[in-house]
């Protein structure tokens, strides 16, 4: 079973994307922060992760900018969702180590549909 | 309720509460970028959660928050406090809202107004500091006032005119003439004040559109209520604004009215159903319109028109088109979402924020991408469509990174590699990329892969009857359009990240193994728990009765003890029990303390004062019940202090204080009791005037009104009927319904207490149980039945010799300690014309207890022990009874009844 | 009386008042099928309008009257 970290400061939003992804059959982990991100992923790989961008003590560009020049980790995909939609933000979020930038909010076909693109896995 | 929802709900109202306090704080700091980041990050997640749920005037309210604080954070917008009281009413607003959705799961539609104007009210502020900024924004300020009044049309219910008469209004609304839309609720008992709606309505001239609306709630017909209005009238008119006034005068809260933009009017109409228009027509006309060249588009939209039949929907929308060309050339944003329109099959969103289609370039990709004439499954669709986002992503992150010099890692060529090879697997296609990535990999250079990625995409082309040609031009036209923001946002991006790296190394080092340890619980469950505790307590206590059957009734006098060996065990688990969920019901005061801030700034500021709040002792904690008891009685204290108590500035000048009053308020823990003590400097009270206005009230005699103390004078605002209207008025001191705070206090078992010298100010002070879950009576005997009496009122218990009572004025009293203490009966008390029943030496058993300060001897015929008890208050008529505060059961079952001395004397 | 009520028509002539709406009702529900003739109907008030919105009954005409008309047009469309 493939397993995604889902990191957000927002409870309600780690709550609606794990509920997407479980019953579609991925185990979900979450973060709250950038750094609980990379403490989690640095004991246990995952196999893509989804960020948000705007949270306390390590923000989402933070987190992927180090998670990247973590040697073990740096291949695994990642998505970056956000509100924040402007062309200069998404720009951002690649130079980060971005694999995809979606906005907010995303509907749960749309989440899904994604997830299961960048893990290669079909419907 | 679902799960998601309620999480939304809990985790929402902790975001209200954050942001109520950094806007509380930003005011001693009005510079404090932390402040303001954090800020303007609990407006923004909030924001978030509330657009994955259909909240849309939660939404609204919430977005324009969010604009505001990121222009306050970026500098754009100057922090001043009527920018932080128009946020807290929308907060306020927001709040309101969250417990409207507790309540009933939704939002009702008549809140949609309101949030339009906070949207408005703090998209207002964003706009007049902006455009005193920056003198070129006058473009960007009327697309915001536009996508404001366009949300407000979002709650309109789609009217439908022919395109005449449409086109009609539309032009006249750009001409300035305005349109109404106009909603009549009529009120359900209208017609028994002679009052015909319908009438009304016909009265409205000019009306171009006309809907009813019935909300018959009778579940059937037979049972409806013909006299009760259940119907709701729409229409449309061009009627001047004063008309619709004086129509309405009589009517003016039924009424709702909108003024209609010209764009609202812009809907296509007509035959769906076949919609011949070409995909090559579309593009080709968005090209047009991109380049500007309007005569061309013109010309290919007649030609497009002549060979379609004009009541297509298509045909509509190109005319449609046409009329956005000639009448407002320079709304590009329109014209583009109309021609779109052809594509998606649906009208334009116009309530959609205007930006929301321009900066949508990369959604427009997915569109473009689905050739009309492919349909297959729709997951199949989206997945398809999907997959060309994704891909174009990869292309983005590998082409612009190559553009800025871009230092590349083998992580990130390999996470691209990745990415792309589970796309193309997800949708079955082939992708042999590992040599690719070798190569970029030695190179650490994204070309390879670039290369390779317009080459796959080029001979699916082929493979796939999409139009990805159309997609590349898009997408080529608009990151030429902007090279320079693209470069700079990436040296801004390569600074932020070489910033982050920086802080990440210090903060991965400090925060090292933080795991949140709260739980949260809901508050029925913990009260489930303590009934549970409860019943066990009572249950427990049967047990002595039990040892002692066990050695008086069957003789078995090693059972008895095994039994009370064993209770002591139950005894002391029960009581950890007990207490630990006594711990888990303990809140901090600072519960209540955090609203006062609040509250203390915008009731000076109402009154012109200045006040300093001084809180102190928040984290000392009492049981939740007990902290919410306390609410209302210390806001009551509060609101008195800042009324009464401080003066205005200049009074307090000259007076010789500080212009700023100072407003206390300390919590502390004394022993198994909290402490609440609220002090200012103001005033105080004046006690001749307490006798007077007392006096005149009748609470006190004219013996009195020469003898009393003037402490007693000031306790006398508590009496009940001492306060009222006319008493605020003139009365310099305090006084608003402090009975209602003394009753309030004594409900939960507290005292209230005060102390207040002219000039000085005022102290008051509170002093409740730190738990009210479990009482300690001493069980007394009077006329054969016991009663409970509680023992935080029991001040000792004596016995009074028959000749040591006197009778003064027909009142019987004892001399205690040299203190002369009224004596009652609880026979006489309770209405029982039976005599105490003395003991043998011919002494009556007293217990002395405390009622509002002072001693009374209540005379029973014997005490018996204490015990520890639920009290359970009591229902239905009993519940009426005041002279008992509750019941509770004892051990062997039967019921104690408790009195409550405070009302039975 | 403004409704003139036979076997199976309901005959509405000029102004309409509140109080026929009780009576309209109790005659549509003992008549499912019964029919009514606006012709000559130049008001209704809203009482007995929102009896015809709940029960929706066939209409034989018309009022003559081109703004009712509109009004009972879009108030019992289906």
């Known amino acids: 079973m493939k397993h995604i970290l889902v990191i957000d400061d927002a409870a309600t939003v780690r709550m609606y994307h794990r509920n997407i992804l479980e019953t579609a059959g991925y185990r979900v982990d979450e973060a709250i922060n950038g750094i609980e991100a990379l403490e989690k992923a640095l004991v246990k790989p995952y196999d893509l992760y989804i960020v948000d961008v705007n949270m306390p003590k390590l923000d989402g560009y933070g987190f992927l900018k180090e998670f990247r020049r973590q040697e073990d980790l740096s291949q695994t995909p990642a998505i970056m969702v956000t509100t924040e939609a402007g062309a200069n933000d998404r720009a951002l979020g690649y130079a980060a180590g971005a694999n995809l930038y979606l906005t907010k909010p995303i509907k749960p076909h749309e989440l899904l549909s994604y997830t299961r693109l960048l893990l290669g896995d079909l419907a | 309720m679902n799960n998601l929802l309620e999480q939304f709900l809990s985790e929402g109202r902790d975001f209200l509460q954050g942001i109520g306090e950094k806007l509380m704080q930003l005011e001693d700091e009005p510079n404090s970028t932390p402040l303001m980041t954090e800020l303007f990050r609990f407006v923004h997640t909030l924001k978030g959660n509330s657009g994955l749920f259909e909240f849309p005037e939660m939404t609204r309210v919430l977005h324009a928050s969010e604009d505001l604080m990121d222009a306050v954070r970026n500098g754009r917008v100057g922090y001043s406090q009527d920018l932080a009281d128009q946020l807290l009413d929308a907060m306020d607003f927001v709040g309101m809202l969250m417990d409207e959705i507790e309540a009933t799961g939704e939002i009702s539609k008549n809140h949609a107004v309101p949030a339009a104007e906070h949207a408005q009210v703090l998209r207002s502020l964003l706009v007049v500091s902006e455009s005193n900024a920056d003198s070129n924004s006058d473009l960007h300020t009327s ?290 990329i590992d040599n690719v990535l070798e190569r970029a990999l030695a190179e650490n250079s994204p070309t390879p892969l670039l290369t390779w990625l317009e080459e796959s995409l080029a001979n699916n082309e082929q493979d796939v009857e999409i139009e990805v040609e159309t997609d590349f031009s898009e997408i080529s036209t608009s990151s030429e359009s902007t090279p320079n923001a693209l470069i700079s946002d990436h040296k801004d991006a390569h600074e932020n990240v070489v910033h982050n790296e920086a802080k990440t190394a210090r903060r991965v080092d400090e925060v090292s193994t933080v795991v949140p340890k709260t739980l949260k619980v809901d508050q029925d469950k913990i009260d489930r728990l303590m009934n549970l505790i409860g019943e066990m307590v009572v249950a427990k206590n049967a047990l002595p009765y039990l040892a002692n059957r066990a050695e008086t009734v069957f003789g078995v006098r090693d059972l008895s003890r095994e039994i009370k060996a064993q209770y002591a065990v139950i005894n002391r688990v029960a009581e950890e029990m007990q207490d630990t969920i006594m711990q888990v019901r303990m809140m901090p005061v600072s519960f209540i303390f955090q609203r006062f801030p609040r509250m203390v700034r915008d009731i000076s500021r109402k009154l012109g004062k200045e006040v300093e709040l001084v809180l102190e002792g928040e984290s000392t904690e009492a049981d939740k019940n007990i902290v919410e008891a306390l609410s209302d009685p210390l806001i009551h204290i509060v609101r008195n202090s800042l009324d009464h108590g401080l003066e205005q500035p200049d009074v307090r000048l000259a007076a010789g204080k500080n212009a700023t009053g100072k407003l206390t308020i300390r919590a502390t823990q004394e022993s198994d009791r909290v402490l609440i003590e609220i002090m200012d400097d103001g005033k105080g009270i004046d006690p001749k005037i307490i006798k007077h206005k007392a006096y005149e009230k009748g609470l006190i005699d004219e013996t009195t009104l020469e003898r009393i103390s003037d402490q007693d004078a000031i306790n006398l605002i508590f009496a009940a009927g001492f306060s009222t209207v006319e008493v605020i008025s003139d009365l310099s001191g305090r006084g608003v319904g402090m009975d209602v705070v003394r009753s309030a206090v004594e409900k939960v078992n507290g005292t209230v207490g005060i102390e207040s010298q002219v000039g000085k100010g005022t102290r008051i002070h509170l002093s409740l149980p730190l738990s009210m879950a479990v009482t300690n009576v001493i069980i007394i005997e009077s006329n054969k039945q016991i009663f409970g009496v509680p023992m935080d009122m029991v001040v000792e218990t004596v016995r009074v010799p028959r000749s040591q009572i006197r009778t003064i004025k027909h009142k019987q009293t004892t001399v205690l300690r040299g203190r002369v203490v009224p004596l009652l009966s609880l026979n006489q008390l309770l209405a029982r014309g039976v005599e105490q029943l003395p003991n043998e030496d011919d002494e009556f058993a007293t217990l002395i207890v405390r009622v509002h300060g002072e001693h009374i001897g209540i005379l029973v015929d014997e005490f018996r022990e204490t015990v520890d008890i639920i009290l359970k208050p009591m229902a239905g008529i009993l519940g009426g009874l005041s002279s008992y505060s509750g019941a509770a059961l004892l051990g062997d079952g039967s019921v104690l009844m408790v009195l409550n001395p405070r009302e039975l004397i | 009386m403004a409704i003139e009520y036979k076997k199976s028509v309901a005959t509405f002539s000029e102004f309409i008042s509140v109080e026929e709406a009780e009576a309209l009702l109790e005659w549509l529900l003992k008549n499912p099928k019964g029919k009514v003739n606006f012709a000559e109907c130049t008001h209704i008030h809203a009482s007995s309008l929102q009896v015809l919105m709940a029960l929706k009954p066939t209409i034989v005409a018309e009022p003559k009257d081109a703004d009712l008309a509109v009004w009972l047009k879009v108030a019992l469309a289906d």
């Open chain 2, 143 to 432: 697309s915001e006032i536009k996508s404001e009044v366009n949300s407000l049309l979002a709650e309109l219910p789609i009217f439908e005119l022919e395109e005449s008469v449409a086109e009609e209004l539309y032009l006249h609304a750009l001409e300035g003439e305005t349109a109404f839309w106009v909603e009549y609720k009529p009120e359900s008992d209208c017609f028994f004040k002679g009052e015909d709606p319908l009438f009304l309505m016909r009265q409205v001239p000019d009306t171009l559109w006309r809907h009813i609306i019935l909300n018959n709630t009778a579940p059937i017909l037979a049972e409806m209520d013909v006299y009760s209005n259940q119907l709701v009238f729409q229409l449309l008119t061009t009627a001047p604004s004063e008309e619709l006034d004086d129509l309405f005068r009589y009517v003016p809260d039924e009424i709702k009215r909108i003024e209609i933009p010209a764009l609202a009017f812009v809907r296509p109409t007509g035959n769906q159903d076949d919609h011949a228009i070409d995909i090559d027509f579309i593009d080709n006309a968005l090209a047009l319109l991109n380049k500007n060249n309007i005569s061309v588009l013109t010309q290919i939209i007649n030609t497009m028109l002549e060979l379609s039949a004009p009541e297509l929907w298509s045909s509509s929308v190109l005319r449609w088109v046409l009329r956005l060309l000639e009448h407002e050339p320079d709304n590009k944003t329109a014209q583009h979402a109309l021609l779109k329109s052809l594509q998606t099959l649906t009208a334009p969103d116009w309530s959609a924020p205007a930006e929301h289609v321009e900066r949508s370039d990369s959604k427009e990709v997915e569109h473009a991408t689905t050739s009309v004439n492919v349909r297959k499954t729709e997951e199949d669709d989206e997945l398809l469509q999907n997959f060309y986002v994704v891909v174009n992503a990869q292309r983005e992150i590998l082409s612009l990174s190559h553009k800025s010099g871009f230092s590349w890692t083998a992580g990130r060529l390999k996470s691209i590699a990745s990415t792309l090879m589970g796309c193309y697997r997800a949708v079955n296609r082939e992708c042999n």
